[in-house]
């Protein structure tokens, strides 16, 4: 599995987040349900960049510069500790094409051509664990292409080892010339108190080999951040301009400064950001690209996420009802999700559902009618007697969302006080302890209540 541009990622959660709105305005879509004993899964990936471009070497003589190329690895369950990881990598395919300096963690073999390198533990979030540094073989042309081929295995998982997928990840390296902009990784930060202004570090560098004149800029904010600094070379939208499809905002810009081959440039003020009231998990996304038509040589390090957790919590509640009928009578027999806030809860890196919820019909009912994103669901020990479902909710909630499963029940018999659960699982790509309230997380749902 290769790694993708950060700002694509956060695009694809907005589009996520605009089904989510529609599927709460009318009637939520989905048919995921989660078993309780649903056996445990997990998986290496390689993460590398798809294409690398290497500077030729200068006409006048003298050697090319050494550029970066990131590596690592990654797995999925953060149930399992994953350790040991080795990288092999096989830079066979760039003879005469580039050159490789290998890092301290990296053994090659004699040709200097196929090396393992270890990783040590391996992460569920992307992180570089292996830097190679390549430059242009000498009387590389530019336009000359060549590849490195990956190979991944770690200790962990379900059966004890983990090997990534035959052929999952490689990198295409091409000589060429040209700028080359990137910004640096920042430093993700827990515990951010809400009303808090973050200075985003924010500069852009060209490690190419031609001056880049003028550049752009692309921003999100996820909706508990607020962009404080506004510049007059921007446009801005969100994070409520759309509605309910628009939960973060999006900024678009244009510079007009050149950066020269190695010089590092700043915004024409710091970039601060405010931590909302409701902000929790929140996300920064950034990328940069050269003005003009010039083509960057190199888009991994052209964007970036700045992962932000702010100290708050959300409080997540369903309420039942009751309700009576005689046997044949059908009734309107659901239940009402609410957050309570303050903070909204968002899975805008994997698009999951913020909560599950189970409903385990009253005894003597059956559904008839059913809402779009409840299924059918089972776990270990339930009664195959009494109906039971998994509702889901879309990957976002703000805080005061209001979601109704107005499920319809047939009596097929009466029973006296016949009582139905309703419990919702909350859930966050980072933590679900950010629900400390559990006891409204449970409801009843009662048919023929006594008086």
Not at 67 to 93: E, I, K, M, P, Q
Not at 117 to 133: F, H, I, K, N
Not at 313 to 327: L, R
Not at 416 to 422: L, N
Request: glycine residues 12%; contains cysteine; charged residues 20%.
């Amino acid at each position: 599995m290769s790694s993708v541009s950060v700002g694509r990622v956060l695009r694809r959660g907005t589009c996520a987040a605009a089904v989510g709105a529609l599927v709460v305005a009318g009637g939520l879509g989905s048919q995921v349900a989660f078993a309780d004993d649903e056996p445990q899964s997990d998986h290496l990936w390689i993460q590398a960049p798809y294409d690398q471009a290497v500077t030729a070497a200068p006409d006048g003589g003298g050697a090319a510069q050494y550029r970066s190329l990131a590596l690592g690895l990654t797995h999925d369950n953060d149930s399992f500790t994953v350790t040991g990881g080795r990288l092999t990598v096989d830079v066979s395919g760039l003879a005469g094409i580039a050159e490789v300096a290998w890092p301290d963690n990296c053994t090659p073999d004699d040709a200097g051509t196929v090396a393992v390198c270890d990783t040590g533990d391996v992460p569920v979030r992307y992180s570089a664990q292996v830097e190679l540094r390549l430059r242009a073989a000498a009387g590389a042309a530019v336009g000359a292409r060549g590849a490195i081929e990956y190979s991944a295995e770690a200790t962990g998982g379900p059966d004890g080892t983990l090997v990534a997928p035959e052929g999952s990840a490689e990198t295409s390296v091409t000589v060429a010339s040209g700028p080359d902009l990137g910004i640096g990784a920042p430093q993700d930060v827990t515990g951010v108190a809400p009303g808090t202004s973050l200075t985003v570090p924010f500069s852009v560098t060209n490690t190419g080999n031609e001056t880049a004149h003028g550049f752009s800029v692309k921003m999100w904010a996820t909706y508990g951040l607020d962009v404080a600094t506004r510049y007059p070379q921007c446009t801005y939208t969100g994070p409520d301009d759309g509605g309910a499809y628009t939960p973060m905002t999006y900024v678009t810009c244009a510079f007009d400064s050149d950066v020269a081959p190695g010089a590092t440039v700043e915004l024409p003020e710091p970039l601060r950001l405010a931590v909302t009231g409701h902000a929790l998990f929140e996300r920064f996304d950034y990328e940069v690209e050269p003005g003009g038509d010039a083509t960057d040589l190199d888009s991994s390090d052209n964007g970036r996420a700045w992962h932000i957790d702010a100290d708050n919590t959300a409080d997540f509640a369903v309420h039942g009802t009751e309700v009576s009928g005689a046997a044949g009578d059908t009734v309107t027999a659901g239940f009402r999700f609410v957050n309570r806030g303050p903070a909204w809860v968002a899975n805008v890196g994997s698009g999951d559902p913020v909560a599950v919820i189970d409903y385990y019909l009253p005894p003597g009912t059956s559904a008839t009618s059913v809402p779009a994103t409840c299924d059918t669901a089972w776990t270990s020990g339930d009664d195959p007697a009494i109906g039971h479902y998994a509702c889901t909710l879309p990957m976002w909630a703000k805080p005061d969302l209001k979601v109704s499963f107005p499920f319809r029940l047939r009596v097929d018999r009466v029973v006296p006080d016949a009582t139905g659960r309703v419990v919702v699982h909350p859930h966050s790509d980072t933590s679900v302890t950010f629900d400390p309230k559990t006891k409204n997380n449970s409801a009843k749902v009662v048919v023929n209540p006594s008086a």
